[in-house]
Antibody, heavy 122, light 112 residues
């Protein structure tokens, strides 16, 4: 069973860069799209963007100017950087896989990490 | 962006009774590959979202058959045939047809 685990600092200062890593276990990172989603406390879900195992990316236009994603296939992990953070970036950050079924093709966000809370505060 | 609108926002249900949640998209969700990337996620309290249904009506691995999805075009529905205590949580519809992926605001399913 595929498992994802986010890690990174729980506290980031305003104007600095949020950096998170998602380690994938139980399966290969290759040939899949890997996503970041966030959820402020008590609120809904916001898709941040995705990266393919080859490194190609798609970002949410609302965050595009501040987001960078990367992938390290040798370590089976991918990463998120969000710069110039403010209190509005305080949220639980999730990583998730966009699945693929050999019979039906692409599916959706099928496996999710447990999430990591990132607070932006001085 | 495609706006996903769920109704109701709260659904008190008696154990063993059915529940239904609607999701309407601001645009049609048929992708250029012919698929409709509309899915339903369940988020239990304190847990990450969990995939229930993908491409309108396909149950994900391990999801009980009391959960079913239907719909087409811009109108979609998640049904729970007989609500159990473990079904309490917030349910989200999500579209992955067009960037950026977007979610409904969530429907809270609770027991009466």
């Amino acid at each position: 069973q595929v498992q994802l685990q986010e890690s990174g600092p729980g506290l980031v200062r305003p104007s600095e860069t949020l950096s998170l890593t998602c380690v994938v276990s139980g399966g290969s990172i290759s040939s899949y799209y890997w996503n970041w989603i966030r959820q402020p406390a008590g609120k809904g879900l916001e898709w941040i963007g995705r990266i393919y195992s080859s490194g190609s990316t798609n970002y949410n236009p609302s965050l595009k100017s501040r987001v960078t994603m990367s992938v390290d296939t040798s370590k089976n992990q991918f990463s998120l950087k969000l710069n110039s953070v403010t209190a509005a970036d305080t949220a639980v950050y999730y990583c998730a896989r966009f699945g693929y079924d050999i019979l039906t093709g692409y599916t959706t966000l099928d496996y999710w990490g447990q999430g990591t809370l990132v607070s932006v505060s001085s | 962006d495609i706006v996903m609108t769920q109704t109701p926002l709260s659904s008190p249900v008696t154990l063993g009774q059915p529940a239904s949640i609607s999701c309407r998209s601001s645009q049609g969700l048929v992708h250029s590959d012919g698929n409709t990337y509309l899915s339903w996620l369940q988020q239990r309290p304190g847990q990450p979202p969990r995939l229930l249904i993908y491409k309108i009506s396909n149950r994900f691995s391990g999801v009980p058959d009391r959960f079913s999805g239907s719909g087409a075009g811009t109108d979609f529905t998640l049904k729970v045939s007989r609500v159990e205590a473990e079904d309490v949580g917030v349910y989200y519809c999500m579209q992955a047809t067009q960037f950026p992926y977007t979610f409904g605001q969530g429907t809270k399913l609770e027991i009466k």
